[in-house]
């Protein structure tokens, strides 16, 4: 079965910095797009960044500069660095893994349980 399992998640000062991973079992990982999304109390799931395959990424706006993805395709993991985080980067932060748009992968998704990362005042 597919698993993703997030770690590093905690309770950090404003300012302070976090290091998330999430580690994938199961599946082929390197020719998957991963991601990091979040979810605020309150607030729908958010796109925080993505990694492609090839290594391409992308940030939300409000991260931007703050945070860098990377991918350990050796180790099956996916990172989040969270440097300079704010109280408003409080949320659940969970990691996506899909499979290649075409079949026979036909874009599955595939989401871990979350961490909790609280940043305070």
């Known amino acids: 079965q597919v698993q993703l399992v997030e770690s590093g998640g905690g309770l950090v000062q404003a300012g302070g910095s976090l290091r998330l991973s999430c580690a994938a079992s199961?599946?082929?990982?390197?020719?998957?797009?991963m991601g990091w999304y979040r979810q605020a109390p309150g607030k729908q799931r958010e796109l925080v960044a993505a990694?492609?395959?090839?290594?391409?990424?992308n940030y939300a706006d409000s991260v931007k500069g703050r945070f860098t993805i990377s991918r350990d395709n050796a180790k099956n993991t996916v990172y989040l660095q969270m440097n300079s985080l704010k109280p408003e980067d409080t949320a659940v932060y969970y990691c996506?893994?899909?499979?290649?748009?075409?079949?026979?992968?036909?874009?599955?998704?595939?989401w871990g349980k979350g961490t909790l990362v609280t940043v305070s005042s």
């Open positions: 199961g599946i082929v990982f390197s020719i998957n797009a």
């Open positions: 996506n893994l899909r499979t290649p748009a075409v079949a026979p992968w036909n874009g599955m998704a595939y």
């Open positions: 990694i492609s395959s090839g290594g391409g990424t």
